[in-house]
């Protein structure tokens, strides 16, 4: 599952020295004689709680080079880190390429974090997308690190116009640890680099399609004459972890069943079409072993194996299978004849964790293609799936771009990573979406610049909301997630998901979970007679979706609203109509995503 501070790794390059330019960064030596914390030049950065100026001071003992250093200290379940500072804000600019160096040092070994923090306006502060965060492995010795950003790649400068960078003691907000950063420097020269990515913000894409128009109150006909096309009946999945899951259900780690026959028939009763797993060859037993689980429990539910994805490697792609195990897996699918033909290569390669194996794009890249080169040999129809962070640059549009000609779907993993506090719940609820789905549409156009002649489309193995708490609490833990708020965001998600045919099927996070973190969860072992919200929306849903999309004529009050510089305005009231292949029934699905207006 994917964390919501996590941005990914940037498109960097290790280098062996400095440019011959001016620095860019104001004090990056710390030289300048001062009391002040932070140094000149430097700024606390995130949740104003935690921006203590004992914890950032310029440090005269043991400096890499020169009188003094930078010391950063993270207490344990903090958030504050230091950036830049954004008064002397570095300014991109077009055809450019920009080296950045340091020396860094712990009072302990383990990772630290640098990246950049981006944004197209500093007054107002207006986000851009980044051109990475990644961890760096440190310890009590002085280490230099060198990386390189190329404008066109990483970043477009038209978009991403200021950077600051972030430097993180810890990628565990939990652990105490303290950073020292000296001779920090970010020098600018004409790229070297060939050619651009597509720039995805100048690609034509089609816009959201709401089928009502703004009025006063919901009035509409639904023409049942009128197919728009058929349904994307798959978007009523859920995911499970894994095969033997951190809730100790379906299978324990001895690879014993032990799904409760009430959960077995709850999970029936969802009427699931689409499913995922991952971990399934970093088992304790072997990926055969784990395969033959799979398969089995989906017999038993009623899932169908043909739409099940599965991915095999390690939850936070700290390890990587060897392409053989890849076609092993396959090859054992094929000779018990078993029906899985979708493989995701990596669960979220992108999000930098310590011991990450997927150091930059390139590598994942590689990775992709040799699985899929290796899994064609002895399954030429299998289904190979490429994860990206749409969001990003390096590990979106670069990912596409390298990795085009050997997937078939595409992953993005479209939680909602808004805050769920302090803000309007119709914003939550409806623009949230509306925002997401525009990005959905985008990442579509995208595919096919880079696939033209390929049939390349889009699953949505892990999404739901996934908004911390007020007091930085992690998203499972997060009541509201699973609650109406988090329910009621789901319900619009799938309307469009299966009206709009913006995406061939969707799964969403997750199936089984403890009653202490009920943010995702569908089912607890801890209380299998239970049944909560999300659940109930599923169970319904996938018993109210027919074969095929109806046109919709007519109005819904309107709810506007502008996020990062977007228009994201749509209907209070979202609404499906599909009939069934033979015409005789007809399904309605609204959502009013209004806290206070009656529709």
Known sequence: MRSAAALGACLMTMVGGAWAAQNLITNGDFEL??????????????????????NYTRDTNQPHSGQACFRIHHPANTAGYVVSSPRQAIVLKPGM??????WARSDRPGSASFGFDAYASIKPYLEAPSPGFFPIEVGPDWRQFTF????????????????LLTFKPTTNRQEERTLWIDDVTMTEQPTTRQGRLVDVSRLDHAPLQHRLRPGSALEFTVDATRRLGPATRQAGGV?????????????????DYVLPAQLEEAIRELRLPMTRFYGVGDETFSVEGALDRAAALLDKVGIPQDWTVLELETQGATSKLPPEVWARAAQHALSRGYRFRYWEVANEPYLGRSGQVFTKPDDYVAHVQAVAAAIRQVQPQAQIGLAIAHRSDAWGNYVLKQAAGHYDFVVAHYYNFGSAHGRAFEDIVLSDNYRILDEILKVNALIRAYNPTRPVYQLDTEWGMHCRGPQGEQADYVDRNGNIVGTLHRAVRLIYYAREGLLR?????????????QGFGFLSIEAPAKRPMLYWLYYHFNRHVGDWVLALDGTAPWHKSVQRGQDVSGPLTPVLATASDDGRRLYLVMVNGSWNQPV
């Open 97 to 102: 390429m920009y080296t950045v160096s340091f």
């Open 505 to 517: 099927g969707a799964s969403s996070w997750e199936m089984f979970t403890r009653l202490k973190a």
């Open 148 to 163: 390189v950003i190329h404008e066109g790649w990483d970043f477009f400068a038209d978009r991403t116009r200021f950077v």
């Open 33 to 54: 004689p001062s009391t002040e914390s932070p140094p000149p030049g430097w700024s606390m950065w995130g949740d104003p709680k935690y921006q203590n100026p004992a």
């Open 239 to 255: 995911s499970f972890h894994r095969v033997a899951g951190w809730s100790g259900v379906p299978y324990n780690r001895r690879g």
